[in-house]
C-alpha cells in the first residue's frame, strides 16, 4: 500500500511494519473524537539497529536517549526504577518512535516474545485528555499505562495507553502536552536536533 510518503513508505516495508490504514480506519479515529494519529510506535529489539535503517532510508535523524519514568503506572500500580530507550524522528510529516524492551516494565518486551521488531501503538498528540479517555474507555479501550510530569501551568506532559490489542492488535497512545496552558509541539524541537545532526552537530545523545 503506497502513499504520497515514499520515505515513510520505505521504512515500514523494512522495518515489517503495516501502515496505520490496514489496521485502523480513519472513521475509527472520528468516532472517538481522536485525531488521525501522527506516530508509528515500534517496539524493537535493537533500537540502534532500527534507527541505522531508517535513516539508510531517508528518515530522521532521530533523537536516540535512555530516559528514567519516575510517574509511570500500569494498571494502577506505579513502577520505580522504570527506565525507556526510546529514538523519536520523521519520515516526512509522520513521527516514528522505536523503543526498546526498557526496565522496569514489560509494557514493550511483551510485543516482542517471538519477534524482534513489532508495530506496538499508534500515537496521537490532543489536548483534552479527560475527555479522550472517557470516549476510549467507553468503547472498550481500558487503560493501561500513564506517564508524564506536571509543573502547575508551566508544564505539563499527559501521556495514556489503552489497549486496543485484542480488536486491533496494537495499543492507542493519546498525548497532551502543554506549556502555560497551550498546546506544546514536540516536532519543531525534534527537527532542530535532525537540522543540528545533519550539520555536524555531534553523534546521536544518549543517556546511558
Known sequence: MKTSNPTLDRVLVDLGVPRIE????????????????????????????CV???????????LHTHVPAPNWMEHGQRRRGCRLEVALGYAGDVQIELLGPGRGTEHYSR?????????????????????LAVAIEGAGYPEVVRGGVSLGRALCIDFRYFDARQDHGLYLEVLDFSAFGMELRVEPFIRAYGRWMAGGGGRHASGR
Request: net charge positive; hydrophobic share 35%; with cysteine.
Open 22 to 49: 490496514e489496521r485502523l480506519s480513519r472513521d475509527f479515529f472520528y468516532r472517538l473524537g481522536l485525531k488521525f494519529p501522527q506516530q508509528y510506535g515500534i517496539a524493537c529489539r535493537d533500537v540502534t539497529d
Open 52 to 62: 541505522r535503517r531508517a535513516e539508510a532510508l531517508g528518515a530522521g535523524p532521530f
Open 111 to 131: 510485543a516482542l516474545e517471538d519477534t524482534d521488531i513489532a508495530f506496538h501503538h499508534v500515537g496521537i498528540y490532543q489536548r483534552g485528555m479527560g475527555r
